[in-house]
C-alpha cells in the first residue's frame, strides 16, 4: 500500500510534538531524527505523485495521438475504395 503525503506529514507532526515534550536528550533526539526521515518521504511521495500525474498526462496524449493516426489511417484506406 502506497502512503500519501499527507500521512508522511502527519508522522512528521507527531515526531515533531513528541519531540517538543521530551524530558530526556536522547527521547528529543530520536524524534527530531523521525521527523527528518517523515519529512523526507513525504517530499519523496510529492515528487511522486507529480511524476506520476505527468506521466498518465503523457500516456494519454500519445494514446489519443495513436488514435487519431489509427482513424485517419482507416478514412485513407476507406476512401481510397
Avoid: H, I, P
Avoid at 27 to 51: D, F, H, I, N, P
Amino acid at each position: 500500500m502506497a502512503q500519501t503525503y499527507e500521512f508522511y506529514c502527519e508522522r512528521a507532526n507527531e515526531a515533531a510534538a513528541l519531540a517538543d515534550r521530551a524530558t530526556l536528550d536522547n527521547v528529543r533526539e530520536r524524534e527530531l531524527r523521525s521527523e527528518k526521515t517523515w519529512r523526507g518521504l513525504a517530499e519523496q511521495a510529492r515528487k511522486t505523485a507529480e511524476e506520476r500525474v505527468k506521466a498518465d498526462t503523457v500516456r494519454a496524449e500519445r494514446r489519443a495521438a495513436e488514435a487519431a493516426d489509427a482513424a485517419e489511417a482507416a478514412e485513407a484506406v476507406y476512401s481510397d475504395n
